[in-house]
């Protein structure tokens, strides 16, 4: 089972909160939790992208599981964790449905049932990858740091203060927060200049959740700014929302979900 956060860009400017964009990997089935946070602008990994036989591997070799195997009691919170054996057997179970699940997943291959059936069978053992910018966390924190928190949940959210309260904000390019976007990645290219080409290239590695291409190859700026004009064009507008520029208002007032930073996304005509 993995956890694991990193941070993709740090930008800092005086009078504004810092504006950070992680990338998170978790197991899916808490992501719904994670989804109730407004103030955060996320994108994701889909499993209707994700080749079949590559996800079962993944279940496989990683498979999600709860970080904790807590005993029944009223309510939200779990009692007592299980003793040692009961632990053990209840993740062999657990396991066992997850061999149960890649079985039918495959017979459903046999089928030649498309990967965005399949593949959400498998989806409560596996993990989601997750881009996430945002101002604001103290709440986020607050509430999921907590020992109420459900314990998965709680393990993700004290990896994100950790990666945060690891980094240190940086100047942004231009004014501009840009995850995924380098300065080598703007070095030469004149259309760069003003931000706003760098930025629908940074919206289209917002929509991989990544730097690099689907394949794992490196980046091709003309291809992501493809990518960003059929996102747009189409109307799927979350991948504009990790980039900002430095805001021409006040430092407190609030462009989209962000203070003190004029979000992209409000900066396209079709918004």
């Keep these: 089972m993995t956890i694991a ?29 994670f989804m109730t946070h407004r103030v955060f602008s996320r994108n994701a990994s889909s499993s209707r992208a994700i080749p079949i ?39 062999q179970i657990w396991l066992l449905a997850r061999d149960l699940a ?15 059936i399949v593949n959400r069978l ?29 314990p998965t949940m709680r393990a993700l959210a004290e990896a994100m203060r950790d990666a945060i309260a690891g980094s240190t904000a940086v100047e942004p390019l231009g ?25 629908f290239a940074s919206a289209a590695r917002c929509a991989r959740v990544s730097y690099l291409n689907h ?8 291809k992501d700014l493809a990518l960003a004009d059929r996102l747009r064009e189409s109307c799927h507008m979350s991948p504009f929302e990790h980039q900002a520029q430095v805001t021409r208002n006040e430092g407190t007032a609030m462009w989209g979900n962000f203070t003190g930073w004029d979000q992209f996304r409000k900066m396209l005509e079709q918004e």
């Excluded at 956060?5 to 089935?29: E, M, N």
């Excluded at 053992?125 to 509430?143: K, M, Q, R, Y």
């Design 5 to 33: 956060v990193k941070v993709v860009a740090h930008s800092g400017w005086p009078g504004s909160p810092d504006l950070i964009t992680l990338q998170c990997r978790y197991p899916r089935f808490i992501h719904a939790e």
């Design 53 to 91: 036989e590559r996800m079962i591997q993944d279940v496989i070799d990683d498979p999600a599981m709860p970080v904790s195997w807590g005993s029944n009691k009223p309510g939200m919170q779990a009692g007592n964790d299980l003793d040692e054996t009961d632990a053990r057997e209840a993740q």
């Design 102 to 116: 890649v079985d039918q997943a495959r017979s459903m291959v046999r089928l030649n049932a498309h990967k965005q």
């Design 122 to 150: 498998l989806e409560p053992f596996g993990h989601i990858s997750v881009v996430v910018t945002a101002t604001e966390w103290d709440n986020f924190f607050t509430l999921r740091c907590h020992p109420a928190a459900d």
């Design 175 to 199: 004014g501009w927060h840009l995850p995924y976007i380098s300065e080598g990645d703007l070095a030469g290219r004149r259309p760069f200049i003003g931000g706003y080409l760098a930025a």
């Design 215 to 222: 394949d794992g190859t490196n980046p091709d700026v003309e």
